[in-house]
């Protein structure tokens, strides 16, 4: 089955910034709708971020407005999470998703999935 696979994870102090990227080499990403979604241990996963294929409209979990950005690279078949003023609560490992459908923070909406990146706020 294709795969996505994330990179760009590590440890990191508060207030650093880290940048994710998601390799979708064995896909048409232009066709598809991005998402990074996280968790944390004893947690959830939850949604973070996404980005449509369409417009490019993108949607941010609250708690990471303002700090963290999404983009889309569709030649180079990669997306991408760029976060900032990272925080202790940020730690978790994060997977980026992608959709045929609409992009959103449901993770039920996403059909492909990566194996996910570690990321740790620590100092």
């Known amino acids: 089955q294709a795969q996505l696979v994330e990179s760009g994870g590590g440890l990191v102090q508060p207030g650093g910034s880290l940048r994710l990227s998601c390799d979708a080499s064995?896909?048409?990403?232009?066709?598809?709708?991005i998402a990074w979604f996280r968790q944390a241990p004893g947690k959830e996963r939850e949604g973070v971020s996404c980005i449509s294929n369409s417009d490019g409209r993108v949607t941010y979990e609250n708690s990471v407005k303002g700090r963290f950005t999404i983009s889309r690279d569709d030649a180079k078949k990669t997306g991408y999470l760029q976060m900032n003023s990272l925080k202790p609560e940020d730690t978790a490992v994060y997977y980026c998703?992608?959709?045929?459908?609409?992009?959103?923070?449901?993770?039920?909406?996403?059909?492909?999935w990566g194996q996910g990146t570690q990321v740790t706020v620590s100092s």
């Open positions: 064995e896909f048409n990403l232009e066709y598809y709708g």
């Open positions: 998703a992608i959709t045929s459908g609409v992009a959103t923070l449901e993770l039920y909406d996403y059909d492909y």
